[in-house]
């Protein structure tokens, strides 16, 4: 695809409309895909790239970019989606007063301020014996996208989530999206968002995800959008 200017950053989009083959932007694996959901859904993404000749002290701008490449091709569809940030704090802590007190909006940095973003969930507590865990989600305003798009590049244990459902903010849909992007089912204690299984939980409900890559010694940033084929035109 013939790259496109956003500002003074080059963006270029990569179709790929099987991820469980070989493609340019993301591969799952079939054979664990269907260990989650048999059979396992068809998924697609739609990619998009910004590299950088120099140092990668710019990465934020063009993850930015990137993001706003995203959101434009996501409103272009014709089924409208709200975007939400799904956040997540770090590993399970032990379940003390102050964790409990603090929950997870206190210790979120630039999220602490409630008018930051659009509508927000409860702070919803998943539980693991005497340990927990908080989740919520926060709705992407025109304003916050950028900011959503930094938070989610750097804090792997978020995701950004396009969905037409109207129960996002619902502590039952955000625990089900916390089981999901960390595999509760296993024993693994995970920290990072597990791509492949959110996909298969949510995408089939016509879900999309926006996930952001690009950290450190990267000279590209980039942002996939991962979808059932038919609600991710890659043709």
Known sequence: MPARATMTTEVSRIMSPDLYDDNESLVFDHDRAEELSRPAPPLAAVSFVAKTEGLPDG???LARAC?????SFVAALSVPRQGWLFVADGPWREATSLVLHRRLWKNCGSLSESEVGGRRSEEVAIRNGRNVRYAGVVQITPEFRDQAVDIARTDHACAIIFSSRVDMTNPA????IFCSAFSCASDEARINVDWLALAVAFCPQGDILLRVSGLFDDREAAV???AMP???PTR
């Open 59 to 61: 990465l934020a701008e």
């Open 67 to 71: 993001g706003a490449e995203a959101a």
């Open 173 to 176: 849909t955000i625990e089900s």
């Open 224 to 226: 996939d959008l991962i």
């Open 230 to 232: 038919e609600n991710l």
